[in-house]
């Protein structure tokens, strides 16, 4: 299904991942340049945005846009790829009405003063995380909707709105957690004169959240993630505060619901997933999307992010301002929390290295025990927007690099090898768009020299998303 666009915007090189464009493709043949490993065979998952613009209005924010899924199968013979928009609510009124229906991210809310009045207007526009729950795959956004697609085909299935039940939920993490069990574990803000934070947990083959843990605030910060160690969910509070009758009535865009309040700090909280008791550290004041680990030494828990020291970065990733190739003017820091049981106040440690962004370990780590090694992606030294791509030894600090020339290169998902004992023993695999490129293409990385092994080349511009996945076959 083709959804005609109109871009007032030009973007040229590698800021054309920016655009709309896009086409859904049932089945493609993609170019493969030098050799994959034998071992590596599943289905890579791609997610992000892929439609700004529709004839009667655009949208302003490179969050903002229409969800696509991508999957490469690679099979022994070779590897395929489709495509597929997601069916939301958001996508489906908005592609009917020729103009964007919901307010997003960094776009405003278009509906009247009564619509608002009537009811809340959200968008549910899956367009950042899919995780699995039970043998199922969904995929969210930072509001209470998950939205269920088959891995196979990404048809979407149904949506599950967590808004509307027994626990009243008006906010979700986008990054949420699937346990051993198949459980689904993530986070939700309840709006009001007093906010509530909930972690929950979704049995496989359940609709209705279980409430593990509770955390009251007056004004919750804004939230992005949080951190699994063993036995605890470790949650940060930014100072970038929720404005609750913002989002009731407002009309603001979903970050214009937020303000930045740095008088009263920040604070990393720790909830005990078996009896629901929360810990709680002051910090200073920070805004961050995503942790790199989290762990337990002894008594204490240990939380690694990639901070930001205000709310800059969102102005950063305006549409506008990408595909221009305009420098970054917010940089994050890569930092170390260590949470002391006889201490209430954490302060930050420097992590040696680069600051990083869209930071992984091997995923069979999370939540058991502490990774060595984590990648991420890389900023230049003038501000050059994601052109690079690191690995970081977390004790040593030495670093390792691979960059294409004149290219943006994204988030690093990690692969671990079936069977493989060590942090780093896997491949990378980073979406990237060099200026002369005539689609994308997806770096396969000896995740341990940094040393591109083949280039998965698709058959389209994949528009530059957030997350990834990989299922084994």
């Known amino acids: 299904m083709d959804t005609p666009t109109h871009d007032p915007i030009a973007a040229s090189g590698r800021a054309r991942g920016f655009l709309s464009g896009a086409r859904e493709i049932d089945d493609a043949r993609v170019d493969i340049r030098g050799t994959l490993p034998s071992w590596l065979r599943g289905t890579h998952l791609l997610n992000g945005p892929a439609l700004w613009e529709l004839p009667g209005g655009r949208h302003e924010h490179w969050f903002d846009g229409y969800a696509m899924w991508h999957a490469l199968r690679i099979a022994d013979d070779g590897v395929r790829y489709r495509s597929r928009f997601a069916l939301s609510d958001a996508y489906r009124r908005s592609s009917a009405a020729g103009m964007p229906v919901f307010g997003e991210f960094g776009s405003p809310n278009p509906a009247g003063l009564l619509t608002r009045l009537r009811s809340p207007q959200v968008t549910d526009n899956p367009a950042v995380v899919m995780s699995r729950h039970g043998d199922r795959w969904l995929s969210v956004t930072e509001t209470p909707f998950l939205t269920y697609f088959d891995p196979d085909t990404l048809e979407t299935q149904e949506r599950l709105d967590l808004g509307h039940g027994d626990e009243v939920m008006h906010l979700m993490s986008a990054h949420g957690f699937t346990l051993a069990d198949g459980s689904y574990l993530n986070l939700a803000t309840a709006l009001g004169r007093r906010c509530e934070m909930k972690l929950f947990r979704l049995r496989p083959g359940s609709a ?12 919750s910060g804004y939230t992005h993630g949080f951190g699994l160690a063993p036995g605890h969910a470790l949650i940060w509070e930014t100072a970038l505060r929720a404005q609750p009758l913002a ?14 309040e740095p008088r009263d700090g920040s604070a990393i909280h720790a909830v005990a997933l078996d009896t629901g008791g929360v810990r709680t550290w002051r910090i200073p004041p920070i805004m961050a999307f995503h942790c790199t680990q989290a762990w337990g030494d002894g008594n204490d828990l240990v939380l690694e992010l990639a901070v930001y020291d205000d709310a800059a970065v969102f102005d950063d990733l305006r549409l506008d301002r990408r595909r221009a190739g305009a420098p970054l003017k917010s940089l994050p820091r890569h930092v170390r929390y260590r949470l002391r049981a006889d201490h209430r106040d954490a302060d930050p440690e420097a992590i040696a290295g680069p600051a990083i962004e869209l930071q992984q370990v091997h995923p069979w780590r999370v939540g058991r025990r502490r990774a060595q090694v984590c990648w991420g992606g890389g900023n230049g030294e003038h501000g050059e927007f994601s052109d690079r791509t690191h690995r970081i030894d977390l ?79």
């Open 395 to 473: 004790d040593g600090g030495g670093v390792s690099s691979w960059q294409r020339p004149q290219a943006i290169q994204l988030e690093p998902l990690f692969v671990p090898r079936p069977g493989g004992e060590g942090d780093d023993d896997g491949v990378l695999l980073v979406p990237t768009l060099a200026d002369a490129d005539d689609a994308t293409v997806i770096g396969v990385l000896d995740a341990r020299s940094m040393e591109c092994l083949a280039e998965l080349r698709t058959p389209q511009i994949v528009p530059f998303g957030f997350h990834a996945a990989f299922r084994f076959h």
């Open 208 to 219: 209705r959240p279980e409430v593990l843990g509770r955390i009251a605030m007056p004004r």
């Open 247 to 260: 989002f009731r009535f407002g009309s603001r865009s979903y970050a214009g619901n937020f303000r930045w």
